[in-house]
């Protein structure tokens, strides 16, 4: 069965610092995985997501997240980090064929900016 | 256009109470899900539906939880008897594609938060 872990619960950093979260997952077969955020209130919204190809990809709001499969991570990188991206943002995992494409998730790490 | 909707966004339920939960994917979409997320996880997989057809509820937690979508679009999510471990956000996500569409992006509601006293 897949799984994802984000090791990190909570990450704070400065506004206009770089950001990185990370994201290990556990999948038989060539994953599917995306980046999803949660704001307070709000559903989950999609970053980004990577099906096959190139291993970097790009997302909305200046989001990148690269594909790594000897370290079976997909880590999310931005930049310069803004106040409004203070979060939670989620890992996902999802099933090759199949299964009606449900997600597995991790638990989530908190992003707080400082300004 | 909208997006997915759902409603009530909170819910105070006594513990033996039953409950609905109403999601209004994005219209055409034909794949909706379910997904129960507890305080401080990630979203964990409930049910999913292709249409009208209930394909896989591998992630109900018991027989008090009951899903349809009759006529493949509104789908209710019923917790009958809730206990205080029912106590989540219930997530609904719309997808245009049907099952195998593993490319499909999942569109998530705003989510109806379930306490149970």
């Known amino acids: 069965a897949q799984s994802v872990t984000q090791p990190d619960i909570h990450i704070t950093v400065s506004e206009g610092a770089s950001l990185e979260l990370r994201c290990n997952y556990s999948y038989g077969a060539t994953p599917y995985l995306f980046w999803y955020v949660q704001s307070p209130g709000q559903g989950l919204q999609l970053l980004l997501k990577?099906?096959?190809?190139?291993?970097l990809v790009q997302g909305i709001k200046g989001f990148e997240a690269e594909f790594k499969r000897s370290q079976s991570s997909f880590n999310l990188r931005k930049p310069s980090v803004h106040w409004s991206d203070a979060a939670e943002y989620f890992c996902?995992?999802?099933?090759?064929?199949?299964?009606?494409?449900?997600?597995?998730f991790g638990t989530g790490t908190q992003l707080k900016v400082e300004l | 256009g909208a997006g997915v909707s759902q409603s009530p966004r909170y819910k105070v339920a006594k513990r033996g109470q039953d409950v609905a939960l109403r999601c209004d994917p994005i219209s055409g979409h034909v794949s909706l899900f379910w997904y129960q997320q507890a305080l401080g996880q990630g979203p964990e997989f409930l049910t999913y539906f292709q249409n009208e057809a209930q394909l896989d509820k591998s992630g109900l937690p018991s027989d008090r939880f009951f899903a349809e979508r009759p006529e493949g679009s509104v789908s209710t999510l019923k917790i009958q008897r809730t206990q205080q471990e029912d106590s989540a956000v219930y997530l609904c996500a719309s997808s245009p594609r049907g099952s195998g569409g593993a490319l499909d992006t999942q569109y998530f509601g705003p989510g109806t938060r379930l306490t149970v006293l």
């Open positions: 996902a995992v999802g099933p090759f064929t199949g299964g009606g494409n449900k997600l597995t």
């Open positions: 990577y099906f096959s190809g190139d291993t």
